[in-house]
């Protein structure tokens, strides 16, 4: 379940109002003008989800690796590729 937090909210109540939105692990949606504009979630659940991206890209790596979709090349062959393109 998502909170949400105004931004005169935080402004007023400061750390406090995210600390009491996410207390049971929920993350906090800030609204500005009645937008919403970020999401606050704790550390915890913010490696978690780093960690599943990084595991999608070794995923998407490993599989172009199995296709041949790969360069072997020198670092001044890199960069020339990687300037020119």
Excluded: C, P, W
Excluded at 2 to 10: R, T, V
Excluded at 11 to 28: F, L, M, W, Y
Excluded at 72 to 79: A, F, G, K, M
């Amino acid at each position: 379940m998502s909170y949400i937090i105004s931004a005169n909210e935080l402004k007023i109540k400061g750390v406090r109002a995210i600390q009491d939105a996410t207390i049971n692990g929920s993350e906090a949606v800030i609204t500005i003008r009645g937008k919403k504009e970020y999401v606050v979630i704790s550390l915890d659940k913010y490696n978690e989800l780093r960690e599943y991206e990084l595991e999608a890209a070794l995923l998407e790596s490993k599989k172009d690796i199995n296709n041949g979709n790969f360069t072997v090349e020198s670092v001044e062959e890199h960069l020339k590729r990687i300037s020119n393109g």
